[in-house]
């Protein structure tokens, strides 16, 4: 067992990361409104942002390398990950003023949208000790991701959001689904799943569908190998994505496991109730969704088609990260987050 520590840092000074191109000037905002509050507060802030991802990577990394007090991301969930690319691994607590279109880290740590709220938690500087999710490629590359990895419908969904440029509401996710929903094809995938362990929360019948889908009951500890044609598959660190959709609503960030859900090869309209059902995460026992828990699992697209991106890249925290074949596993306790105390 892992060990997940909690506590509080005096928080003097912190290094703001900012995304101009997020959230149409709410972001620009936002820093400003939580600066505002942090010089109240007798807080020092140097704000940074890189030229291009790289830049920025490096810029976080001095950051780190100077001792700021804490590393602040002004933004969404894509510029929260770039943070994290960093800071995993390093004793540098990560806070978060929430100012992009999904703020669905912040959601999960129950982060206020004021800025100034959210100024005022990291200046308390009560920090909680997080999993994260590392995707690996064929190339050895790799990424972390702190909500869900996701390849299929779901990515190809992203992949429609970030085209339409629609970053002040849900209407971007709202539209980019309705467009999906009429060219979605089913595609056929392997997955291989290490580390399983048996999902406590879905009932005996969903249980005993998926056990004939698969063939065998795996128990804890073991293996398993699916081959079939599936819409999407979700794998959580955490519960939500795309905005507060809880694709995998019992994740928990401090197991050290992989939420997994699988919609199955079904029909237009399941797919569509499965949408709806990820809205107050009533999905799990659908007869086409199938649930696991793994420590780590790879996805393989079997059947490329003419798509392009959206079919062979995986998603995570809302962006394309790596192409597929990928391996999803659980980093244990990698990051420490400032978050409202208990």
Same mark, same amino acid.
């Given at each position: 067992?892992? %060990?997940?520590?909690?506590?509080?840092?005096?928080?003097?000074?912190?290094?703001?990361?900012?995304?101009?191109?997020?959230?149409?000037?709410?972001?620009?905002?936002?820093?400003?409104?939580?600066?505002?509050?942090?010089?109240?507060?007798?807080?020092?802030?140097?704000?940074?942002?890189?030229? #291009?991802?790289?830049?920025?990577?490096?810029?976080?990394?001095?950051?780190?390398?100077?001792?700021?007090?804490?590393?602040?991301?002004?933004?969404?969930?894509?510029?929260?990950?770039? *943070? @994290?690319? %960093?800071?995993?691994?390093?004793?540098?607590?990560?806070?978060?003023?929430?100012?992009?279109?999904?703020?669905?880290?912040?959601?999960?740590?129950?982060? =206020?949208?004021? =800025?100034?709220? *959210?100024?005022?938690?990291?200046?308390?500087?009560?920090?909680?000790?997080?999993?994260?999710?590392?995707?690996?490629?064929?190339?050895?590359?790799?990424?972390?991701?702190?909500?869900?990895?996701?390849?299929?419908? #779901?990515?190809?969904?992203?992949?429609?959001?970030?085209?339409?440029?629609?970053?002040?509401?849900?209407?971007?996710?709202?539209?980019?689904?309705? *467009?999906?929903?009429?060219?979605?094809?089913?595609?056929?995938?392997?997955?291989?799943?290490?580390?399983?362990?048996?999902?406590?929360?879905?009932?005996?019948?969903?249980?005993?569908?998926?056990?004939?889908? #698969?063939?065998?009951?795996?128990?804890?500890?073991?293996?398993?190998?699916?081959?079939?044609?599936?819409? @999407?598959?979700?794998?959580?660190?955490?519960?939500?994505?795309?905005?507060?959709?809880?694709?995998?609503?019992?994740?928990?960030?401090?197991?050290?496991?992989?939420?997994?859900?699988?919609?199955?090869?079904?029909?237009?309209?399941?797919?569509?109730?499965?949408?709806?059902?990820?809205?107050?995460?009533?999905?799990?026992?659908?007869?086409?969704?199938?649930?696991?828990?793994?420590?780590?699992?790879?996805?393989?697209?079997?059947?490329?088609?003419?798509?392009?991106? *959206?079919?062979?890249?995986?998603?995570? #925290?809302?962006? =394309?990260?790596?192409?597929?074949?990928?391996?999803?596993?659980?980093?244990?306790?990698?990051?420490?987050?400032?978050?409202?105390? =208990?």
């Amino acid at each position: 067992m892992f %060990e997940y520590p909690i506590g509080y840092e005096t928080i003097g000074c912190v290094a703001m990361l900012t995304n101009p191109k997020v959230g149409s000037g709410s972001v620009r905002h936002a820093a400003e409104e939580a600066m505002e509050r942090f010089g109240v507060l007798g807080v020092e802030v140097f704000t940074f942002q890189g030229v #291009d991802l790289q830049d920025t990577r490096r810029l976080t990394r001095q950051a780190i390398e100077d001792e700021y007090d804490a590393i602040v991301v002004c933004g969404g969930d894509g510029t929260v990950n770039v *943070a @994290l690319q %960093e800071v995993v691994g390093t004793d540098m607590p990560l806070g978060i003023i929430p100012a992009g279109v999904g703020n669905d880290h912040a959601r999960q740590f129950r982060l =206020p949208t004021s =800025p100034e709220s *959210a100024a005022d938690i990291i200046y308390e500087g009560f920090t909680t000790t997080s999993d994260v999710g590392k995707l690996t490629d064929s190339k050895g590359e790799s990424r972390y991701f702190g909500t869900v990895a996701c390849a299929g419908f #779901d990515a190809a969904f992203g992949n429609r959001v970030a085209g339409l440029h629609l970053p002040t509401s849900k209407l971007g996710y709202s539209a980019s689904v309705a *467009a999906e929903f009429f060219n979605m094809t089913p595609r056929l995938y392997r997955i291989e799943f290490e580390g399983l362990d048996e999902v406590p929360y879905i009932d005996e019948e969903a249980r005993a569908t998926r056990i004939a889908r #698969d063939g065998q009951a795996a128990g804890s500890g073991d293996s398993l190998v699916l081959e079939r044609r599936i819409n @999407l598959a979700a794998f959580g660190n955490s519960r939500y994505y795309a905005g507060g959709m809880m694709v995998c609503p019992r994740a928990d960030h401090h197991d050290n496991y992989l939420d997994v859900t699988i919609i199955e090869d079904a029909s237009r309209i399941g797919v569509m109730r499965s949408y709806l059902g990820f809205r107050k995460g009533t999905h799990l026992d659908y007869e086409f969704c199938s649930s696991y828990r793994c420590r780590k699992a790879t996805i393989e697209l079997l059947d490329k088609g003419p798509d392009t991106l *959206a079919d062979i890249d995986a998603y995570a #925290d809302g962006d =394309p990260m790596l192409s597929l074949p990928v391996t999803i596993e659980s980093v244990p306790a990698a990051v420490r987050f400032i978050v409202p105390a =208990p």
